[in-house]
């Protein structure tokens, strides 16, 4: 989350006309699919917005668990845990550009006495 995606309790405002209700399906083993159906403001479901499914897993690496959340671009429930593994894999997928994007990053920012800043010395 990024500092200006941070916000304090009295500027937490709800927006009543993009409620969804969460409900959670599982394997009990593999993952979960969150769908989430538009809701009115009276909790009422609003066929006006489409329902939404996002997948969850956790990521077993030497590192330990990894949570990963990714969209399902399904319109049943059946059609989302169908697509699940092709949601696993593009989320790795994403993970691991993150990851190759961080480093570079980090050796940018490497000072090597004698060069200027943000290069690196010659191997």
């Given at each position: 989350?990024t500092?200006?995606?941070?916000?304090t309790p009295?500027?937490?405002?709800?927006d009543i006309?993009?409620?969804?209700?969460?409900?959670s399906?599982?394997?009990?083993?593999?993952?979960n699919?969150?769908?989430?159906t538009?809701?009115?403001?009276?909790?009422?479901?609003d066929?006006s917005?489409?329902?939404?499914?996002?997948?969850?897993?956790?990521?077993?690496?030497?590192?330990?668990p990894?949570p990963?959340?990714f969209?399902?671009?399904?319109?049943?429930?059946r059609?989302?845990f169908?697509k699940?593994p092709?949601?696993?894999?593009?989320a790795?997928?994403?993970?691991?550009?993150r990851a190759?994007?961080?480093?570079?990053?980090?050796?940018?920012r490497i000072?090597?006495?004698?060069?200027?800043p943000?290069l690196?010395?010659?191997?």
């Amino acid at each position: 989350m990024t500092t200006s995606a941070l916000q304090t309790p009295d500027s937490m405002d709800i927006d009543i006309e993009n409620l969804y209700r969460e409900e959670s399906f599982t394997d009990l083993r593999a993952g979960n699919v969150k769908r989430l159906t538009a809701v009115d403001g009276n909790g009422d479901v609003d066929p006006s917005r489409p329902t939404q499914f996002i997948g969850d897993t956790t990521l077993m690496t030497q590192m330990g668990p990894i949570p990963v959340q990714f969209p399902l671009e399904a319109s049943t429930l059946r059609e989302a845990f169908e697509k699940f593994p092709q949601g696993v894999e593009e989320a790795i997928v994403r993970l691991q550009e993150r990851a190759q994007e961080m480093a570079r990053e980090e050796a940018s920012r490497i000072v090597v006495p004698g060069a200027a800043p943000g290069l690196r010395s010659g191997r």
